[in-house]
């Protein structure tokens, strides 16, 4: 093989790495983008790889439609891959920021949502057909390493010829390579180094958005790198002219100023990132309220490994059906899509979670409580009150440094990290329990909503059942719940799933709160108080003094049977139901 011809397969299979690199990133870009929109990461990741490997399919499939000109086709898919592969996400990331109309059928925007999947798997189906027929027309594959890397190649095939030989019926051959296995072989390491780097860098050091510009920039330069190569060194041939000819000066120009938009949008990362998300976050925060009735602005965030944290203030402009907080404005702060505080309730949850259930113990080191989770210190704020000895493990030690210094958390934790009967473990919360010796009279679920099924191990019978374990002959559990005519399925789910554990008494209660300020307080968040067996009853003019000033609305906490709901399943581990997720 000339040196021209090398230098030219070196290039087709290097282009082929850098094609399947983005390639499979895109799987990976999109399946997250529709987790974060939609919610339920297996369901998304899975429909969504499913969809691609099709579109895959059907691409390649058509490519034998193509015309002869390898090059003039490779070229065009790249281009239109750096445009399609941006604008299919700012397109779903805009169905999820405007207000889509009831009379739109739902099955309708998931169409829409998941046409970028289809339309970007369908265009990279073209790419490893041509670039077979490239390579094979390129000439012999046999010379395209250097003398020292075909020997140590040579010897490498040898022995996994012999490993085959094992299982397989395998010939020895001194044939060139085919193009299809050199560029299946870059295809595979391409999708590995994609999925790696995707995973390790990119999204954990860039975020989503920038992700996939950098994708696109890539794509961007593989299409210049196809025009440039073939147009001026690789080929002085009937492949130039072909290209030179039929290559509209409008496309190129395309090509060039979508690589150079890419190029900016990656060189200005962090400013993209923060303004496309923040007019996502607030627009998408606007809508949970009705029509013009909510004014929000984000004035902080950040992600940390294992969610998206961000600040924000809403103000009430009048619209709607709560014209008296017209002008009133409120720092709120959102974990993924769920809110973990607003200066309006956060007193009456924290109130709920721990003063309520603390009514049933005395103040002092004795009690022994865990918080699992409460990365944000304000339910440790809250115990500290009563002297009790307290375990917390949260998974989030990013959060957790984040609340200790973050102004806004700092006036409702009032440093009770600093608490020197606060021992704060960072872990999971379900391998704690399965790990500790320790037992507990009281546990405390400061936990997100499920919301999603990466929640579901922390509504499992599993996760209870280690609960149950680690309680004191008198322990309880206090969590936080969806009201259960508001979300009956999942409240059967959850009920039957807790039963399972072993747990056969509840105390349902709600947490009260003045919210619109009239002198009437309304019932604003419910909470379940969970034991395996008899417990004692509760001393309302013993606890705390939000419990000791509405005593007449905890006056009738009992104890009750927990139901079983025939027909409905369990929500296991390794047997997931579902149901227990809810859909805010």
């Known amino acids: 093989m000339s040196r021209t011809a090398r230098t030219e397969l070196l290039a087709l299979l290097a282009l082929t790495f850098v094609v399947s690199f983005c390639s499979f990133a895109y799987e990976f870009v999109y399946s997250e ?186 794509n961007g330069l593989a299409a210049l790198a196809v025009l440039g190569g073939y147009s001026t060194r690789w080929r002085v041939d009937a492949a130039r002219e072909r290209l030179v000819s039929r290559e509209s000066a409008a496309l190129v120009a395309a090509c060039l100023l979508v690589t150079a938009a890419c190029g900016v949008a990656v060189a200005n990362a962090d400013r993209v990132d923060r303004e496309l998300s923040e007019r996502y976050l607030e627009q998408q925060v606007e809508n949970e309220y009705p029509p013009g009735a909510m004014s929000v602005a984000v004035v902080d965030q950040r992600t940390t490994p294992y969610q998206h944290v961000v600040a924000y203030e809403r103000t009430w402009t009048g619209a709607g059906p709560n014209p008296h907080f017209a002008g009133e404005t409120e720092r709120c702060l959102r974990l993924d899509d769920a809110v973990q505080l607003c200066e309006s309730w956060a007193d009456s949850y924290h109130q709920g979670l721990v003063d309520v259930p603390m009514s049933r113990f005395s103040n002092g080191s004795e009690t022994n409580v865990l918080v699992v989770g409460g990365g944000d210190f304000v339910a440790v704020d809250s115990l500290r009150e009563y002297g009790v000895s307290v375990d917390q493990v949260d998974l989030d030690a990013a959060f957790m440094a984040y609340a200790k210094d973050d102004p806004f958390l700092s006036q409702w934790h009032d440093d009770a990290y600093e608490y020197d009967r606060l021992n704060t473990t960072v872990g999971d919360g379900y391998a704690y329990l399965s790990q500790t010796n320790e037992t507990y009279d009281l546990v405390l679920l400061d936990v997100p909503g499920a919301t999603d099924d990466d929640l579901l191990p922390l509504y499992s019978t599993e996760f209870y059942r280690s609960i149950r374990d680690n309680l004191a002959p008198d322990g309880v559990v206090a969590v936080w719940v969806y009201d259960e005519n508001a979300y009956a399925q999942h409240n059967k789910a959850f009920v039957n799933t807790v039963g399972d554990a072993g747990f056969t008494r509840y105390a349902p209660y709600w947490a009260w709160e003045d919210v619109d300020g009239d002198g009437t307080e309304e019932r604003v968040e419910r909470f379940y108080l969970l034991a395996p067996g008899e417990r004692s009853g509760f001393d309302v003019d013993a606890g705390g003094a939000y419990v000791r000033a509405h005593r007449d609305r905890y006056r009738d906490l009992r104890w009750r049977e927990l139901p079983r709901y025939n027909g409905v399943e369990v929500n296991s581990i390794f047997d997931p139901n579902y149901d227990v997720l809810v859909d805010t």
Not at 105 to 134: D, I, K, N, Q, Y
């Open 33 to 218: 983008l529709l987790t974060v929109m939609y919610g339920g990461t297996v369901t998304q990741y899975v429909v969504t790889i499913g969809l691609y490997f099709v579109s895959l399919g059907v691409g390649s499939a058509l490519s034998d439609d193509l015309s002869d000109d390898r090059v003039s086709n490779l070229f065009r898919t790249e281009v239109y891959l750096a445009f399609v592969a941006p604008a299919g996400f700012l397109l779903v990331v805009g169905l999820n920021s405007v207000r889509i109309p009831q009379s739109v059928p739902a099955e309708l925007v998931w169409v829409v949502a998941r046409t970028p999947v289809v339309v970007v798997g369908f265009l990279s189906g073209f790419e490893l057909p041509l670039l077979t027929r490239m390579v094979d027309e390129s000439g012999d594959g046999s010379a395209v390493l250097p003398p020292t890397l075909t020997r140590v190649a040579d010897a490498a095939h040898r022995g996994v010829v012999r490993v085959l030989s094992l299982g397989w019926h395998t010939e020895r051959t001194t044939e060139a390579r085919s193009g299809l296995s050199l560029v299946l072989a870059m295809d595979y390491l391409g999708g590995l180094v994609g999925a790696v780097v995707y995973a390790r860098v990119l999204y954990p050091g860039l975020g989503l958005i920038p992700t996939v510009f950098v994708l696109a920039l890539l």
